[in-house]
């Protein structure tokens, strides 16, 4: 140990906990039994001197009161024999009478032929004690009736204390070994009480660790710390277990549920695609007969004379407006839902938006009698621009549904960072009961007008459901009589251009008098008599009716079921079109664009153009956006057609 | 210390004008020195009954009856104490002048031929008898000095001291060279 104690220091802190009490325990009763012993043994060798000097004192009293006698009378021979008696006491090595004037009167030593070791004359007071590291030497006087006759000088050697004390420390070695033996023996039972439960412990923490089983448990044994530690063990364990079961319960729970939710939307995906695709399917079957449908009768519609045939033929016209707009709000739905997943926003200016809805929904206002007024300066919002002309589309369409009388108001002022695009209408209003539950879907302010107001409720809906998507905010305000107002807030981009409103749209003067526009709109038909069209669709049914329609407004129409045709026709010499529209799905490898393109190289000239399309492909529907020209949806409204066209031309 | 010192000086003077003046005498000075110095040891190493003495301060008297050749010596010690008592040693040469009574009565060798009656005409107790001749012992003395071939020693008869109602110590009686007892005396 004394040889390396650095590291056997270090190696203590490794050892286990039994044998390191044991250590404690061993040094510490051999120091104490080391202390212990070296203190009685210092404390017996004391005493044993003690006694020896009283011992040799009472022995050299005796000698000198039976001496007396002896040294009055000078008998030298005497004084001998009372000496040789001493020679009893084995650790007595001399002793020496000296008379009255403290001459040697005799003496007596141990070993006879040595060197005599009593001086002649005696140099020690009386009463002295001699301690000379070997000898203990005590001086007696010789005292009779208050006369001094002489001295005694008795001389033990200190073979007592030496021999005592060396028993003593081989005693104490033993008892001190067996006493360790004795208290290491006893006290490694005693450890285990102490010991075993943390060992038991460290092994439960060990097999737990290991195989990762929190159902084990460590046993207590006593309610001492070890033991409060132990059922603290054991509480932990619990809770941890516990809490691992809740977990796993609700880790399955959570695994079965999204198993669940992912067959369930599995399934839905695969329901939404089958519906999206017969829809899909559907609509672009419908459209084209619906389109006709419309045409013929606008055609029919000129065609009768009879009065009460011409009611017949309105509500005609009238039925299929309705079903037509039905059918649009339904397959809307689905088509912008699609959008608002891949939309993103972009600064949109809120003139040329609401422009270009404008245009529609002047000549429908105007059929009812009512004024469409709209009232903004250029703000540029930040919004995707196809959901928000959806929008506001609606709420104009809605705005006009519901009111017979007046006329609807379509204005945008700042509101902060916002802009507020406020529809207002003077409409019956929308009781108060009922304006929370508006924008459900299904649900109109006045059930009874279904029939005869067309639309299914949806269109509120829609508006809601984009409204929230992009994050803005539509309120309602309504008195019933009076009318509504339907507020949408929309993030503005910048400062308004600064711009008279009449400089920004010269040529669309639709702030003005809605009569007077149509009355322009009528005069530049008639002035366009002359005007040529080219129409590229494969359909026959839709061609036959576009044309029909565009001849009677008064153009001239060369229509082509497909692009080699049409080339072919301008490379004989055909009379060069003023505007070209064409359908976008023209057969394998043609598309609207490509015609429009391949026509316009032929012709030589930037022939303005648009292209109209049933799709109801989402994908399709893109691509014909990212050409760049103007899209027209399948069915073509009259209205709109008619002020595309003019658009273009003028 | 002082005292035995001065006693001790003494002593070497006297020795040595003992020998000066006397110088035939029958015995040396040394001895009779010795002699002196035995005589006043008994002193020390007798014991008296308190009846002995009228107080406790009353002095041992020694008394030298006949021709005494170490008196002088012995006058040495006269007024040293032993124990609480002095020492008195006085001279006689009647009879008459030691009647008053003495401690320790020396018998010089003069006086020999009047032993006999001697002891009949001392009829007081608590007396140390001391003589110096052949036979003092068992006629009636107590102790007698001798001189042996190298030394001077003693006799004791110790029943003539418990007689005489004295207690010898027993150190002094080791050292007797014989103890007595009254052999023809005993009925």
């Given at each position: 140990m004394s040889r390396a104690p650095l590291s056997s220091r270090w190696r203590y802190r490794d050892l286990p906990i039994q044998r390191k009490i044991s250590i404690i325990i061993v040094i510490g009763m051999a120091s104490a039994m080391i202390v212990t012993v070296a203190n009685f043994i210092s404390f017996d060798r004391e005493n044993v001197k003690r006694d020896l000097g009283e011992e040799m004192r009472v022995l050299a009293r005796i000698t000198a009161v039976r001496s007396a006698a002896a040294v009055a009378f000078g008998d030298r021979q005497n004084a001998r024999e009372n000496l040789s008696?001493?020679?009893?006491?084995?650790?007595?090595q001399h002793a020496c009478i000296y008379d009255e004037q403290q001459r040697l009167f005799a003496f007596f030593q141990r070993?006879?032929?040595?060197?005599?070791?009593?001086?002649?004359?005696?140099d020690v007071a009386d009463g002295q004690q001699k301690d000379s590291g070997q000898l203990l030497e005590v001086v007696e006087p010789i005292f009779r009736k208050g006369l001094r006759l002489g001295y005694v000088v008795v001389a033990s050697d200190l073979s007592p204390i030496a021999e005592r004390t060396r028993k003593w420390i081989v005693t104490s070695v033993f008892v001190t070994m067996a006493a360790l033996l004795v208290a290491f023996l006893m006290t490694r039972r005693l450890q285990r009480s102490v010991v075993q439960p943390i060992i038991d412990l460290a092994q439960i923490m060990d097999r737990v660790r290991g195989?990762?089983?929190?159902?084990l448990r460590a046993s207590t044994q006593g309610q001492d710390e070890v033991g409060s530690l132990v059922e603290s063990f054991n509480d932990m364990l619990q809770i941890i277990e516990k809490n691992n079961r809740d977990l796993e319960l609700l880790y399955r729970e959570l695994v079965g549920k999204s198993a669940e939710a992912e067959a369930t939307a599995a399934s839905m995906e695969l329901r939404n695609q089958q519906i999206r695709d017969l829809f899909g399917s559907a609509a672009h079957d419908l459209r084209q007969p619906l389109q006709a449908m419309s045409i013929f009768i606008q055609t029919l519609g000129k065609k009768v004379q009879a009065p009460d045939q011409l009611q017949i033929v309105d509500k005609l016209r009238q039925a299929t407006q309705n079903l037509s707009s039905l059918f649009k709000e339904i397959l809307d739905v689905s088509r912008y839902e699609f959008d608002l997943s891949v939309a993103g926003t972009q600064p949109v200016s809120i003139k040329q938006l609401v422009g270009k809805v404008f245009l529609e929904f002047e000549a429908l206002a105007q059929e009812k009698g009512l004024e469409l007024r709209f009232h903004s300066r250029d703000y540029r919002v930040l919004a995707h621009g196809a959901l928000l002309e959806r929008i506001i589309r609606n709420l104009l369409s809605n705005a006009i549904r519901y009111t017979d009388s007046g006329g609807v108001l379509l204005g945008c002022r700042r509101r902060g960072k916002r802009l507020a695009i406020e529809v207002w209408d003077t409409g019956r209003g929308i009781p108060a009961q009922k304006q929370q539950q508006i924008?459900?879907?299904?649900?109109?302010?006045?059930?009874?007008?279904r029939e005869q107001r067309?639309?299914?409720?949806l269109g509120l809906a829609i508006v809601k459901q984009f409204v929230d998507s992009l994050g803005y905010k539509l309120t309602l305000a309504s008195k019933e009589g009076q009318g509504t107002v339907f507020r949408l807030l929309v993030p503005l981009v910048?400062?308004?251009?600064?711009?008279r409103q009449e400089s920004?749209?010269?040529?669309?003067?639709?702030?003005?008098d809605t009569a007077r526009v149509m009355d322009i709109t009528l005069e530049r038909l008639q002035d366009q008599e002359a005007t040529r069209i080219l129409l590229v669709d494969d359909n026959a049914d839709v061609r036959s009716a576009l044309k029909l329609t565009l001849n009677e407004w008064g153009f001239e129409v060369d229509d082509f079921a497909d692009v080699p045709t049409m080339l072919e026709f301008y490379r004989s010499g055909g009379r060069a079109p003023d505007l070209i529209i064409s359908d976008y799905?023209?057969?394998?490898?043609?598309?609207g664009d490509r015609a429009i393109h391949q026509a316009r190289t032929s012709l030589r000239r930037e022939v303005p153009a648009f292209i109209v399309t049933g799709t109801e492909d989402p994908g399709v529907w893109q691509t014909v956006q990212a050409t760049g020209f103007t899209v027209l949806r399948k069915p073509v409204r009259p209205a709109r057609l008619r002020a595309l066209i003019n658009h273009l031309l003028s | 210390m002082m005292f035995s010192l001065r006693t001790g000086l003494l002593a070497l003077l006297l020795t040595a004008t003992a020998i000066a003046q006397a110088?035939?005498?029958?015995?040396?000075a040394a001895e009779q020195q010795v002699r002196a110095q035995f005589v006043y040891n008994f002193a020390n190493f007798v014991e008296w009954p308190d009846?002995?003495?009228?107080?406790?301060?009353?002095p041992i008297k020694i008394c030298l009856f006949g021709?005494?050749?170490f008196a002088p010596y012995l006058y040495?010690?006269?007024?040293?104490?032993i124990g609480s008592r002095p020492l008195v040693v006085a001279k006689a040469n009647e009879i008459e002048e030691i009647k008053a009574g003495c401690h320790i009565l020396y018998v010089g060798w003069d006086e020999r031929v009047r032993l006999p009656t001697f002891w009949k005409e001392i009829q007081y107790i608590y007396v140390l008898s001391i003589g110096d001749r052949q036979g003092f012992a068992d006629k009636g003395g107590i102790v007698n000095i001798l001189r042996t071939r190298d030394r001077v020693q003693f006799d004791v008869n110790i029943e003539n001291a418990l007689i005489n109602g004295l207690f010898l110590d027993s150190d002094l009686l080791a050292l007797a060279r014989v103890i007595k007892r009254n052999t023809r005396s005993a009925p």
């Amino acid at each position: 140990m004394s040889r390396a104690p650095l590291s056997s220091r270090w190696r203590y802190r490794d050892l286990p906990i039994q044998r390191k009490i044991s250590i404690i325990i061993v040094i510490g009763m051999a120091s104490a039994m080391i202390v212990t012993v070296a203190n009685f043994i210092s404390f017996d060798r004391e005493n044993v001197k003690r006694d020896l000097g009283e011992e040799m004192r009472v022995l050299a009293r005796i000698t000198a009161v039976r001496s007396a006698a002896a040294v009055a009378f000078g008998d030298r021979q005497n004084a001998r024999e009372n000496l040789s008696a001493l020679a009893l006491r084995s650790t007595i090595q001399h002793a020496c009478i000296y008379d009255e004037q403290q001459r040697l009167f005799a003496f007596f030593q141990r070993l006879e032929n040595a060197q005599p070791v009593c001086p002649p004359l005696l140099d020690v007071a009386d009463g002295q004690q001699k301690d000379s590291g070997q000898l203990l030497e005590v001086v007696e006087p010789i005292f009779r009736k208050g006369l001094r006759l002489g001295y005694v000088v008795v001389a033990s050697d200190l073979s007592p204390i030496a021999e005592r004390t060396r028993k003593w420390i081989v005693t104490s070695v033993f008892v001190t070994m067996a006493a360790l033996l004795v208290a290491f023996l006893m006290t490694r039972r005693l450890q285990r009480s102490v010991v075993q439960p943390i060992i038991d412990l460290a092994q439960i923490m060990d097999r737990v660790r290991g195989s990762n089983n929190l159902s084990l448990r460590a046993s207590t044994q006593g309610q001492d710390e070890v033991g409060s530690l132990v059922e603290s063990f054991n509480d932990m364990l619990q809770i941890i277990e516990k809490n691992n079961r809740d977990l796993e319960l609700l880790y399955r729970e959570l695994v079965g549920k999204s198993a669940e939710a992912e067959a369930t939307a599995a399934s839905m995906e695969l329901r939404n695609q089958q519906i999206r695709d017969l829809f899909g399917s559907a609509a672009h079957d419908l459209r084209q007969p619906l389109q006709a449908m419309s045409i013929f009768i606008q055609t029919l519609g000129k065609k009768v004379q009879a009065p009460d045939q011409l009611q017949i033929v309105d509500k005609l016209r009238q039925a299929t407006q309705n079903l037509s707009s039905l059918f649009k709000e339904i397959l809307d739905v689905s088509r912008y839902e699609f959008d608002l997943s891949v939309a993103g926003t972009q600064p949109v200016s809120i003139k040329q938006l609401v422009g270009k809805v404008f245009l529609e929904f002047e000549a429908l206002a105007q059929e009812k009698g009512l004024e469409l007024r709209f009232h903004s300066r250029d703000y540029r919002v930040l919004a995707h621009g196809a959901l928000l002309e959806r929008i506001i589309r609606n709420l104009l369409s809605n705005a006009i549904r519901y009111t017979d009388s007046g006329g609807v108001l379509l204005g945008c002022r700042r509101r902060g960072k916002r802009l507020a695009i406020e529809v207002w209408d003077t409409g019956r209003g929308i009781p108060a009961q009922k304006q929370q539950q508006i924008f459900n879907r299904y649900v109109q302010a006045h059930d009874e007008e279904r029939e005869q107001r067309g639309g299914f409720g949806l269109g509120l809906a829609i508006v809601k459901q984009f409204v929230d998507s992009l994050g803005y905010k539509l309120t309602l305000a309504s008195k019933e009589g009076q009318g509504t107002v339907f507020r949408l807030l929309v993030p503005l981009v910048d400062e308004p251009v600064r711009v008279r409103q009449e400089s920004v749209q010269p040529t669309m003067p639709i702030h003005q008098d809605t009569a007077r526009v149509m009355d322009i709109t009528l005069e530049r038909l008639q002035d366009q008599e002359a005007t040529r069209i080219l129409l590229v669709d494969d359909n026959a049914d839709v061609r036959s009716a576009l044309k029909l329609t565009l001849n009677e407004w008064g153009f001239e129409v060369d229509d082509f079921a497909d692009v080699p045709t049409m080339l072919e026709f301008y490379r004989s010499g055909g009379r060069a079109p003023d505007l070209i529209i064409s359908d976008y799905e023209l057969g394998q490898d043609m598309t609207g664009d490509r015609a429009i393109h391949q026509a316009r190289t032929s012709l030589r000239r930037e022939v303005p153009a648009f292209i109209v399309t049933g799709t109801e492909d989402p994908g399709v529907w893109q691509t014909v956006q990212a050409t760049g020209f103007t899209v027209l949806r399948k069915p073509v409204r009259p209205a709109r057609l008619r002020a595309l066209i003019n658009h273009l031309l003028s | 210390m002082m005292f035995s010192l001065r006693t001790g000086l003494l002593a070497l003077l006297l020795t040595a004008t003992a020998i000066a003046q006397a110088p035939d005498a029958p015995r040396d000075a040394a001895e009779q020195q010795v002699r002196a110095q035995f005589v006043y040891n008994f002193a020390n190493f007798v014991e008296w009954p308190d009846d002995a003495f009228a107080n406790p301060e009353a002095p041992i008297k020694i008394c030298l009856f006949g021709a005494v050749d170490f008196a002088p010596y012995l006058y040495t010690f006269a007024g040293t104490l032993i124990g609480s008592r002095p020492l008195v040693v006085a001279k006689a040469n009647e009879i008459e002048e030691i009647k008053a009574g003495c401690h320790i009565l020396y018998v010089g060798w003069d006086e020999r031929v009047r032993l006999p009656t001697f002891w009949k005409e001392i009829q007081y107790i608590y007396v140390l008898s001391i003589g110096d001749r052949q036979g003092f012992a068992d006629k009636g003395g107590i102790v007698n000095i001798l001189r042996t071939r190298d030394r001077v020693q003693f006799d004791v008869n110790i029943e003539n001291a418990l007689i005489n109602g004295l207690f010898l110590d027993s150190d002094l009686l080791a050292l007797a060279r014989v103890i007595k007892r009254n052999t023809r005396s005993a009925p």
